[in-house]
């Protein structure tokens, strides 16, 4: 598997193109407008062509390159088939396998961060059919997890989290390398670490809002920094809908 991460520092977002070598296909997953022709380019560069282009949720923070970047390569434009969005999308769904050549890419669903968040384990078949890393998304960060607060109802969406992580990523193996969608320096979450990457064992052990039980988890999400600036008007273009006035 060729793996590359994109790491934009001034705002705590990553992005990630990743896909088989061997036989051309690969997937960029929460794509950023300043990057569209490097990613094309570094697939381009390594002999694959770009098949599938992921958001795991509608970006609250910055505008989605994932429309565009699609339009350019010919890929399909994927989000989970409940997302609310005015444009045709790649609808995926629970336990579902995207097959990138020797690379497997399966979804985790939701309710994660929001109602159509969603992570994806991956395998690649070349080193075994064990999963190496799972793209978390805003679900879990390096030491810390995903605000509820975004779409509304903050406690109950907290409340969702806190079975989503326990029930589903903290059940993966410990080894398993856990890739998130920011790191510190984003809003999209409180107490992030600057390390862009762990693995589940690590926050196992070190992350202190795993180590709370459901109702400290839903108290402490209840304090969370303020919106991103702009939210609204970024969530309405990542929908395609129109900015009032």
Known sequence: MIFRPYYYFETGCAAYLFGCGSLG????????????????QFAAAKNMRITHVIDTHIHADHRSAGLALAAKTGAKYCLHEHAEVRFAFEPLKHAQTIE?????????????????????????????????????????FVGAVGRPDLPGRARENAAELYASIHDRLLTLPGDLEVYPAHFSGSS?????????????AFEKHWNPMLA?????FV?????????????EQ????NRGRELPG
């Open 25 to 40: 296909k690969c997937a960029v997953v929460d794509a950023h407008e300043e990057d569209i022709d490097a990613y094309s």
């Open 100 to 140: 990138l050549g020797n690379t497997l890419v399966q979804i985790i669903p939701p309710p994660c961060h929001t109602p159509e968040s969603i992570c994806f384990l991956v395998t690649d078949l070349k080193r075994g059919d064990r999963p190496w890393f799972v793209l978390t998304g805003d679900t879990l």
């Open 188 to 200: 999209c979450g409180a107490g992030m670490s600057g390390k862009p990457s762990s693995t589940i």
């Open 212 to 216: 709370l039980n459901h109702a400290a």
């Open 219 to 231: 108290e402490a999400l209840a304090d969370v920094p303020a919106k991103p600036a702009g939210m």
């Open 234 to 237: 970024i969530l309405l273009l």
